[in-house]
């Protein structure tokens, strides 16, 4: 009756939740229970609510974690501008190690980067350098390898007993093996 349909009061009421939702949360639980119709103007509104108030990229992760697939290219568009805004920031490998973890794909490289600046130079033993080796991503292992390797050729003349040969030879890498035993074999 009043010559307004059930639809059209629908309607009325969805997009007036939809201009009331003050949190990502109520969006969210919004998105959870309306009709397919109303799935665009909701997720707009979700977007306004919550990517220009990402900080941090573990804050972007996140989202992109719980959002509709509709909703992922503007969350890793924000994302990968805070990861870009963060990695001249970074101080330590171990910065740059976290900031990999919570980035998205398209950022790797440039933070692989950046680990192996701040990462390489730190090492000072064939140990540091085999930990690093073991833990790191596949495409800095190369650089890491190469300097595991030139730590170990330094090493080798200093070596004085054969406790210390055996110790080097347990932490280098296999293509440095027969060059340890030689030395090794100099104690006998």
Known sequence: ?????????????????????????????????????????????????????????????????????SMEPAVIKKWEELVQDAIPLLKTPEEAQELYRNCPGSMESAIIKKWEELSIPLLKTPEEARELYINCPGLIKPAVFEKWEKLVQDAIPLLKTPEEARELYRTCPGSMEIAVVKKMATFF
């Open 1 to 69: 009756y009043l010559g307004i349909s059930e639809i059209q009061v629908k309607i009325y009421l969805d997009e007036n939740s939809i201009i009331g939702l003050k949190t990502t949360e109520e969006t969210q639980e919004l998105y959870t229970n309306c009709p397919s119709s109303m799935e665009p103007a909701i997720i707009k509104k979700w977007e306004e609510l919550s990517i220009p108030f990402l900080k941090t990229p573990e804050e972007a992760r996140e989202l992109y974690r719980n959002c509709p697939s």
